[in-house]
Antibody
Framework: QVQLRESGPGLVKPSETLSLTCTVS??????????WSWIRQPPGKGLEYIAY???????FYNPSLNSRGTISLDTANNQFSVKLNSVTAADTAVYYC?????????????????????WGQGILVSVSS | EIVLTQSPATLSLSPGERATLSCRAS??????LAWYQQKPGQAPRLLIY???RRATGITDKFSGSGSETDFTLTISRLEPEDFAVYYC?????????FGGGTNVEMK
């Protein structure tokens, strides 16, 4: 049973750095079939990805974050993390760590950036002084 | 950035009825589209990927169709546990995007 669990502070002050860690169980982050992502959801709003990373090292950030984010994998502890610096109230959200999975299309082509099949329960992070 | 527009924003239906949700992409995403269900206080749950493939453990009550720019999620007969918000998401481009969601509420 694959499980992801977010951990980190629930309150961060404006202009400081938000740091979250995701602990993965039931699967190894050392995998070429999956990729690891952080997605957030402001209260009452929709979903937005922050960043995602493949074990190969390929990394993608949402341009809307203006280069404030950093994602990393910790293979020794089977965890992955995200840092978001210079936070403002607009960064208040539930943050989810998520696994994405590749798959073979009907053409036989392997698409490695598939849908998000396992989600953590989410952690609410509020930005306030 | 590919914009996904979901309609309607709210769908009011009764248990037993059929729900048809739409997701339109601002440019082609091929079949690289997923659907998620989210209930209050819970994380989203993957229902459909590849536009029409059901995720593991998802009942055939849920079906997806479409390609390129127009996609549909159909819930054949609504049960009380199906009332939730549904999101579509494209993963065709590296800049992943989600639709704004459709709230399926009980009439």
């Amino acid at each position: 049973q694959v499980q992801l669990r977010e951990s980190g502070p629930g309150l961060v002050k404006p202009s400081e750095t938000l740091s979250l860690t995701c602990t993965v169980s039931g699967d190894s982050i050392i995998s070429y079939d999956h990729y690891w992502s952080w997605i957030r959801q402001p209260p009452g709003k929709g979903l937005e990805y922050i960043a995602y990373m493949f074990y190969s090292g390929r990394t993608f950030y949402n341009p809307s974050l203006n280069s404030r984010g950093t994602i990393s994998l910790d293979t020794a502890n089977n965890q992955f993390s995200v840092k978001l610096n210079s936070v403002t109230a607009a960064d208040t959200a539930v943050y989810y760590c998520v696994r994405g999975t590749g798959y073979y299309e009907s053409s036989g082509h392997y698409f490695d950036r598939g849908a998000f099949d396992y989600w953590g329960q989410g952690i609410l992070v509020s930005v306030s002084s | 950035e590919i914009v996904l527009t979901q309609s309607p924003a709210t769908l009011s239906l009764s248990p037993g009825e059929r729900a048809t949700l739409s997701c339109r992409a601002s440019q082609s995403v091929s079949s690289h589209l997923a659907w998620y269900q989210q209930k209050p206080g819970q994380a989203p749950r993957l229902l459909i990927y590849g536009a029409s493939r059901r995720a593991t453990g998802i009942t055939d009550k849920f079906s997806g169709s479409g390609s390129e720019t127009d996609f549909t999620l159909t819930i054949s007969r609504l049960e009380p546990e199906d009332f939730a918000v549904y999101y579509c998401q494209q993963y065709d481009t590296s800049l992943l995007t989600f639709g704004g969601g459709t709230n399926v509420e009980m009439k």
